[in-house]
């Protein structure tokens, strides 16, 4: 693909400049793996936008090579002051060389001279033969390349200069800004320049008496400049002269480097599609990788790994074939496609199988749009599946197959004998990646972009119903669903088996869970729908006279949702201490900063009540009783797998786990949780789990004797922290030993101690200080913690589960203590998760196998929540908690408290 067509310009990219600015410039973002690709990112899309808007033109990448050029020999304290390049971008120099020539871009690095020097011959080269030059970058210095033929253009800020813009921009022609440069200097490149002369001084030198030579040529005719500090100034430049002309020497890009290549021979080549791919997909650029792998409709995308055997099953033949292959299988994955993503309300529109890669079958069953094609009886075709997926021994894989364990029971069928789900082998592999979905793992680990819903469905409020969907477009669909599951499968679940103890993981923990939780949200929760709207009908009144009262406070009315407004009112009219600010230099109006205020001022404290009401006004008295299920009466959320990265569940439509209980108004939603006629609630809590894994895990002597005498292990560090006897303990005593308690299994400070207990940081220093001299194996631990993450970036709960954390060694001190604090939290945090997912099946397998009078509705934080017939509840309770207490065994007891109530608030 050469590209020098006609008198396209040549294009000269300084790849070096791009690249630290990149870097500098963006956030900071890495792959689930921790590999840092922004400056990546910033350099090929400023490289993709080049080619785009020079379309016909060559365009060479210029970097700077390894090691000294021939300004160090000129000046040995040449960019002397210029740290080190950081471990974050220099891991990412590598790719970007890798993926410039892949796309098909001449790459050069000539050692001894600068990338600036090479970007100048090629560009004086070209200019002097008439033809037109783009240089891309960001450096300043460039400007004195500029000429007749030459621009500069800086794809960050979207300008350009050609002469008349360097006049205007710098006040001086081309051909003085190295005079410019070489009188004021450069700190970044630690060029001296001339002593005491600063870019306005500089300026009127060049302006009145033109570059260096005419300068020093009529020194005596400074004087008489019109400019400030002129009169003095001739004798400083007398002495700075040498300084001065050596600056000129190392400011001046270097014209006439003897290269191989010549502008002529600079042209594009072909991309390396397959070299990118791999890049694109190891560095997770997903829309890129999309582009790449984008095909010519759903019929190219299906075929894109090779030859597919994909099969649209519409005779009973065929089905009959299909389910002895299914059954003769050792494996099969296995998907159905439905009216609705809420499983209580989907029912299945067709079904599809894969048993090997490349080879699958999409079997329609409702698609009713008008002209389809005639397909076999829904329910006739699932009578047929269903010993085969009900069928323990046959063992099926799937992705999320929770959801469709559920739409199957809405048909009847009791989905067993599921032995891989690919969405929880990625999760087990790595949580902290952020997308778990079939479209993105198979971009992530197959390089494969499938064919999108959107494909087939289209957007927005347009977008059909899969049962309204083609029968033709669907089946390649739906049938490379099941096929790219299962290939997903077969790259997965090698890795998960090579990685420590995360096979035992998914299959002792994840896995076992899915048809828990499809059980427990099927069942849902019963709801006092009256009254939530009596809540809401009294947050309503209280919100309008917080409003009232904040406007008085004010001395003015302003919408408190604002930030803008309340900035103004808070800092500029009662001029309250600004605590924070905005990373646009605004006074902060944010959480944290108006808790801090509310201490001393009233209008914060009525902000901050406003805000909680507010929200718990909108999230949930006035949505829930909107999301109650008409069929069932009860609410049904979502409980999600693979969402946090340390392992606890979360839950959507609605979210259980942020219902606040520390105030009374959240605690009336709690209320509104009821046990139906004939039941009680049971919610069962383990007591202080974290701080139990920490005595574990630390092995301390003394935090092992408080929780295995059963002492107050609150109580027992004041007295340890603040050395009193245990009965001399207050109570404000052991609230501060709770903090420091808490604190520090989440890594605190003394800084963050002294914000939460409003101390002196010195203060929350002694206390840290003397709780981990009364207990050192905290200490230990939490040392051995960090070690160990740093050497093998991640770190594990006690089963096995793996947080990764992949700004652990970091070069940015915040960014690396902020991992050191997650690494000595997540053992701990993830622990725990571990231990309430083996409760919940280990509760669940008593009430199935016992055949219980009890459900579990809920599960939040590390809370189980049960409806329990009445005559069974302190049977229930007292099996309840020995179960949750024998989900793990550590060095001292797993304490659980159940309460019983006819509402979830009362039985907590």
């Not at 790219?484 to 002792?508: C, D, F, Y």
């Not at 917080?546 to 003015?556: C, D, R």
């Not at 959320?637 to 439509?653: E, F, I, N, P, W």
Request: hydrophobic fraction near 40%; aromatic fraction near 6%.
């Amino acid at each position: 693909m050469s590209s020098n067509s006609g008198n396209a310009p040549l294009v000269l990219v300084d790849g070096s400049s791009y690249l630290y600015r990149a870097f500098h410039a963006l956030p900071m973002l890495t792959t689930s793996s921790g590999q840092h690709t922004g400056a990546v990112r910033g350099v090929i899309s400023m490289l993709r936008r080049l080619l785009v808007e020079y379309p016909d033109s060559p365009v060479a990448v210029v970097f700077d090579a390894k090691g000294k050029t021939f300004r160090d020999d000129i000046f040995t304290e040449y960019k002397a002051h210029r740290p080190p390049m950081p471990d974050e971008l220099r891991e990412q120099v590598e790719p970007i060389h890798a993926i410039v020539r892949a796309m098909g871009l001449p790459l050069l690095c000539v050692p001894g001279v600068e990338a600036d020097d090479v970007i100048g011959t090629l560009s004086r080269q070209a200019s002097a033969a008439g033809r037109p030059v783009v240089i891309s970058t960001g450096d300043k210095d460039m400007a004195q390349l500029v000429d007749a033929n030459t621009t500069l253009v800086n794809t960050m800020t979207e300008t350009t200069l050609d002469i008349a813009g360097v006049q205007e921009k710098y006040g001086i022609p081309p051909e003085l800004v190295i005079d410019l440069l070489a009188l004021m200097g450069d700190k970044v490149d630690n060029i001296p320049g001339v002593a005491g002369v600063g870019e306005k001084t500089a300026l009127g030198l060049l302006q009145g008496l033109g570059g260096l030579d005419a300068i020093y040529a009529n020194l005596d005719k400074v004087a008489g400049l019109s400019f400030r500090g002129a009169k003095s100034l001739a004798p400083k430049l007398e002495e700075e002269k040498d300084n001065a002309y050596l600056s000129y020497r190392l400011a001046e890009i270097k014209t006439d480097v003897e290269l191989e290549e010549s502008p002529a021979d600079i042209a594009n080549s072909e991309p390396d599609r397959d070299a990118l791919i791999d890049w694109f997909s190891q560095l997770e650029f997903r829309g890129w990788l999309e582009e790449l792998l984008a095909g010519d409709g759903a019929a190219v995308a299906a075929t894109e790994t090779g030859n597919v055997d994909y099969e649209i099953v519409t005779e009973q033949s065929q089905l009959d074939s299909w389910i002895e292959v299914l059954r003769q299988a050792p494996l099969f994955a296995f998907d159905t496609e439905t009216t609705s993503l809420n499983y209580m309300e989907a029912r299945i529109v067709g079904v599809s199988f894969a048993v090997e890669a490349g080879r699958a079958a999409y079997v329609p069953l409702a698609h009713d749009y008008l002209g389809a094609p005639e397909q076999l009886d829904r329910d006739a075709v699932l009578a047929q599946l269903r010993p085969l997926l009900e069928d323990p021994d046959c063992l099926k894989v799937g992705q999320n197959l929770k959801y469709d364990m559920s739409v199957l029971a809405n048909h009847g069928i009791s989905l067993r004998g599921i032995a891989f789900d690919t969405m929880l082998e990625s999760y087990v592999l790595d949580s902290t990646a952020t997308r778990h979905d079939m479209d993105s793992l198979a971009l992530k680990y197959l390089g494969r972009n499938t064919i999108h819903f959107e494909d087939i469905a289209g957007k927005g409020a347009k977008q059909l119903t899969f049962n309204a969907i083609k029968v033709e477009d669907a089946g390649p669909y739906a049938a490379e669903d099941a096929d790219i599951t299962l290939r997903l499968h077969q790259t997965l679940w090698p890795r998960l088996e090579s990685e420590g103890r995360l096979a035992s993981v998914l299959r002792e923990i994840e896995l076992p869970l899915v048809p828990v939780l499809s059980k427990i949200e099927r069942q849902g929760a019963l709801l006092d729908v009256g009254m939530l709207h009596r809540q809401s009908e009294e947050l309503g009144k209280r919100l309008q006279e917080l409003e009232a009262e904040a406007h008085t406070a004010a001395g003015q009315a302003f919408n408190l949702g604002s930030p803008k407004q309340l900035g103004e009112i808070l800092f500029d009219k009662l001029e309250l201490p600004v605590v924070k600010k905005t990373p646009k230099g605004a006074p902060s109006t944010a959480e944290e900063v108006l808790q801090e205020l509310a201490l001393d001022y009233e209008l914060p404290r009525l902000v901050l009540e406003h805000r909680g009401l507010s929200k718990l006004k909108s999230t949930y008295t006035d949505k829930l009783p909107g999301m109650v299920n008409p069929a069932t009466g009860r609410v049904h959320t979502s409980y999600h797998q693979a969402v946090a990265a340390t392992g606890r569940l979360s839950s959507s439509d609605p979210n259980l786990q942020n219902i606040p209980i520390r105030t009374e108004e959240g605690r009336r939603i709690r209320k509104a949780f009821i046990a139906p006629e004939g039941y009680r609630i049971v919610a069962a809590d383990y007591s202080q789990i974290e701080l139990r894994i920490m005595a574990h895990l630390s092995a301390d002597p003394g935090l092992l004797a408080a929780f295995q005498e059963g002492r107050d292990v609150h109580r027992a560090t004041a007295a340890e922290v603040f050395e009193v006897a245990l009965d001399q303990v207050s109570g404000e005593q052991r609230r501060k030993a709770k903090a420091i308690n808490f604190g520090l299994i989440y890594g605190m400070s003394a800084f963050g101690l002294a914000k939460q207990l409003h101390l002196g940081r010195n203060e929350a220093q002694a206390y840290i200080d003397r709780y981990f001299e009364r207990y050192p194996g905290v200490a230990d631990y939490m040392e051995r913690t960090r070690e160990q993450a740093r050497e093998q970036g991640y770190v594990e709960t006690l089963f096995g589960r793996r947080l990764y954390l992949p700004d652990i060694n970091a070069r940015n001190r915040m960014r690396a203590q902020a991992a050191e604090r997650t690494a000595i939290n997540a053992p701990m945090q993830g622990s725990a998760a571990d231990i309430i997912k083996r409760a919940m099946l280990a509760v669940n397998g008593w009430l199935e196998a016992d055949a219980v009078a009890a459900r579990i509705i809920m599960q939040v934080h590390d809370e189980l929540v049960l409806e329990v017939a009445e005559d069974v509840v302190d049977a229930v309770c007292e099996q309840l908690c020995q179960r949750m207490s024998s989900a793990a065994e550590l060095s001292v007891p797993l304490l659980v408290e159940a309460g019983v109530g006819a509402n979830w608030d009362e039985a907590h």
